[in-house]
Structure formats: structure tokens, C-alpha cells
């Protein structure tokens, strides 16, 4: 009788585990983030394989992750372990994202990098908010990471500070840096005058910058940034390896490779494998909620660090700048250098201010991997 | 220490830092672009 039963429980082990609520809830998260990718827009190839991977990973069972009766790890647990656990992941989309990146805008107007310095305040901000909501200061700087804007770069600091957060401070990020165009425009609002988002600035005509420049620029940048910050050398050189493959002018098969396949690839892995992370004991938290609030945080003061930082400059310039412009120094690119750019044309459709904006949200790109790596260099030091 | 002496010690030394460095890599960008001109 106790065999029949034993089969019996076996038979219908996935149907017994559909009375646990929290698997219904954890379901409908996932077909949230596949509706949020698909149907709205929102970082649809992330969105998209982390919900599948949240559907597999709560199948009452768990054979997709981690049996329940034992046995061997599923494949979603294979590809943590290979590409998740040992930071693998992030580092390969940073080869990926370096070749995608263009730094002639930067080249020609290097002094757009200390907006981008000062549009990483959200880092600092959330991380002091999330220390006041009782994390642990490992924890509350992983939260912080979120306004570095970047993705990659908070997984990799998450798996390094705050293993156990991976799931809820990725979905997290990828979410916010979709909703830039929401966040950004209200505080951008707020903090200029009408006159200010009508200043006009000067498009500069397309000053031509030397191949040599160039090529040298990633390598300068990485091995400074390494030399500060060793800790940021995976992130930085990966970037920078990436676009050295697309300025030398002699690796155009790899560098697309990384901008395609590699990327392509390395995203659909990652985004299905963090899904699969979003387990009932994960997710469904307050801690959970804490961290959503202390995203909008980050980003919130990222856009007022910006902002501030060029109205500051303009009391100093004879030229005024268009102080939008200082809201766009975060790493989501191109998105927030658009968002900006389309509130100018808004204010006055003659005001093209996409081209500064533009070079603003690439040495954002940096500034987030300089912000992260100095932060990661810092936390144990202050634990 | 604690949580929230460290954010704040984070706050007052990493971000005048991420200046300091962004603002290195603005000089040394000019200079480059000073050192190796685009031939017109």
C-alpha cells in the first residue's frame, strides 16, 4: 500500500506541488516579465528568457534547476554554475557591448566625462538609502550598483557582494533602464526652468578624430582604470577588449561576432539562467520590495546628479550649456541620450541637442564600469 | 562599522574619486587627440 502511494505522489509530484501558492505567484511573475518583454517593450531580450526561465525554475519539481528528489543538477544549474557563479556571463556581453560602442563623441568633447561623473550619485544614494532600510552594507552597495545604470555591471557585483539578491537586483536593473523614458523626463522637469531646456547649443561640425586616438583611448582607459581599481580589470578590459576589436579595422569578423553572435548568445544564457534564480524564498519578500523602491532611488538622484553638476557648470561658463544634457551620463545608451534629446525638440523643435547628448550617455558607459569598479574596491575595505 | 557610517564613507570617497578619475581620462583624451591629429 505505502508503495502504491509512493508511486502515486510520484506520478503526480507536479500536480501536488500546484497547491503551494507561492508557485501560482512565482508563475505569474514569470508571464509578467515575458508580457513586459514582449507585449510592452521592456528590454525584450532580457525580459523575455528570464520570465521562461522563472516558469521553469517554479515547475513544481524543479527538474529544470535542482531536482527535489535528488539526482543530477538540471541544465538552468549547469549554466549558473558555468557562467553565473564565476562571473563569466556579464563579462562576455561587456566584449560584446566594447565592440558596440562608438567613443568618437567622447573623443572630440572629452570634458562630457565629468557629467557622466556626476550622473553616478545614484550609486551613493541608494546604497546610503538602503543602509537606512537595515541591509548590510555588502547588500545595500549591491542595491546601490543599480544606479550605474548597467546590467552586467550589477550582476557581477551582486554574485561578488550579495549572492543570494542576484535574481531580484538584476530584474531590478534591466527593468529601470527600461523605464528611463518614464523616470527621467518627470525629474528633469522639476529641476530646469523652461528657459534652461531651451538653450540652444552649437552643433559642432563633425571634427575628425585619428584612428591612432582611437585605438589608444581603450587602452589608456584600462590600464588606468586597472591601476586604481584592479578589481574593475574584467569589466574594464573586456569592454575595452571589445572595442579595440572594432577600431583596429583588422578583426571586423570578431568584432562582429562579438556584436552579434556573442552577444546574442551570452544574453540569452544570462537571461534565462537569472530567471531561473527567481525562486519563492527569493522573491517574495519585503526585501524584494525594498529593492524596487531603492532602484527608482538610484536613478531618481543619478538624473538630479547630472542635472546638478551642469547647472553648477553653467554658473562658471560663458557659454551656456543645455543642462538636460547632464541627465544623460548614465549607461543605458542610447536611450537616455534620446529621452533627452526628444524633451529638447519637445521644448522647442528646433533644438537639436542630440549629438552632446549622445556623447554624454557614451562616457556614461565608462563612468558606470570606473563607478563600479571603485565601489567594489571599496567594500571590502569599509565591511 | 556600521551599515550606514560605511554608505556614507563610500559616498564621500568614491564619488569625488569617480571625479577625479573621469576627469583624468578627460585630460589624457585631449591629449591624445592633441598628440595624434586627425589628418584633415
Redesign the interface.
Given at each position: 500500500m505505502s508503495n502504491a502511494s509512493q508511486v502515486f505522489q510520484e506520478l503526480f509530484a507536479g500536480v501536488m506541488g500546484m497547491g503551494d501558492w507561492t508557485v501560482w505567484v512565482m508563475l505569474a511573475i514569470g508571464a509578467l516579465l515575458i508580457w513586459l518583454g514582449v507585449r510592452k517593450g521592456y528590454e525584450p531580450v532580457l525580459l523575455f528568457p528570464m520570465g521562461v526561465g522563472c516558469i521553469l525554475a517554479n515547475i513544481p519539481g524543479h527538474f529544470a534547476v535542482m531536482p527535489t528528489g535528488g539526482g543530477e543538477p538540471g541544465f538552468l544549474t549547469v549554466l549558473y554554475q558555468m557562467g553565473i557563479a564565476n562571473e563569466l556571463f556579464p563579462v562576455l556581453i561587456f566584449i560584446g557591448i566594447g565592440a558596440m560602442c562608438d567613443f568618437t563623441p567622447l573623443l572630440r568633447a572629452p570634458y562630457m566625462m565629468l557629467f557622466a561623473a556626476a550622473a553616478h550619485l545614484g550609486i551613493f544614494a541608494a546604497t546610503l538609502c538602503a543602509a537606512l532600510a537595515g541591509f548590510p552594507f555588502n547588500e545595500a552597495a549591491s542595491i546601490g550598483i543599480i544606479g550605474a545604470a548597467d546590467g552586467p555591471t550589477t550582476i557581477f557585483v551582486a554574485q561578488k557582494f550579495a549572492t543570494e539578491m542576484l535574481a531580484p537586483l538584476t530584474v531590478t536593473a534591466f527593468c529601470y533602464m527600461s523605464l528611463v523614458p518614464i523616470i527621467q523626463p518627470p525629474v528633469v522637469k522639476l529641476l530646469t526652468t523652461k528657459e534652461e531646456r531651451l538653450i540652444r547649443m552649437p552643433y559642432q561640425e563633425e571634427k575628425p578624430v585619428s584612428q591612432t586616438a582611437l585605438f589608444l583611448f581603450p587602452l589608456m582607459v584600462t590600464l588606468i582604470a586597472g591601476i586604481i581599481a584592479p578589481i574593475s580589470v574584467p569589466l574594464i578590459g573586456a569592454l575595452m577588449f571589445g572595442n579595440l576589436l572594432k577600431v583596429s579595422g583588422c578583426c571586423d569578423s570578431l568584432s562582429n561576432c562579438a556584436q552579434n553572435e556573442l552577444t546574442n548568445l551570452v544574453t540569452l544564457l544570462l537571461g534565462i539562467t537569472v530567471g531561473a534564480t527567481m525562486t519563492a524564498e527569493n522573491i517574495l519578500t519585503v526585501q524584494v520590495l525594498k529593492i524596487l523602491c531603492l532602484g527608482a532611488v538610484a536613478f531618481i538622484f543619478d538624473t538630479v546628479g547630472g542635472l546638478l553638476f551642469a547647472k553648477l557648470a553653467n554658473l562658471f561658463l560663458k557659454k551656456k550649456i543645455n543642462p538636460m544634457i547632464g541627465a544623460c551620463g548614465i549607461s543605458a545608451f542610447p536611450i537616455s541620450g534620446r529621452v533627452i534629446a526628444k524633451m529638447a525638440l519637445k521644448e522647442d523643435p528646433t533644438n537639436f541637442i542630440i549629438q552632446q547628448a549622445i556623447g554624454v550617455n557614451v562616457a556614461g558607459q565608462v563612468a558606470s564600469v570606473v563607478a563600479g569598479g571603485l565601489v567594489m574596491a571599496l567594500i571590502p575595505v569599509l565591511m | 562599522?556600521d551599515?550606514?557610517t560605511?554608505?556614507?564613507?563610500?559616498?564621500v570617497?568614491?564619488?569625488p574619486?569617480?571625479?577625479v578619475?573621469?576627469?583624468?581620462?578627460?585630460?589624457?583624451?585631449?591629449g591624445?587627440?592633441k598628440?595624434?591629429?586627425?589628418?584633415?
Open positions: - | 562599522m551599515s550606514v560605511a554608505s556614507i564613507e563610500l559616498l570617497i568614491a564619488y574619486l569617480v571625479f578619475v573621469m576627469a583624468l581620462f578627460a585630460g589624457l583624451t585631449w591624445l587627440t598628440l595624434f591629429p586627425a589628418r584633415e
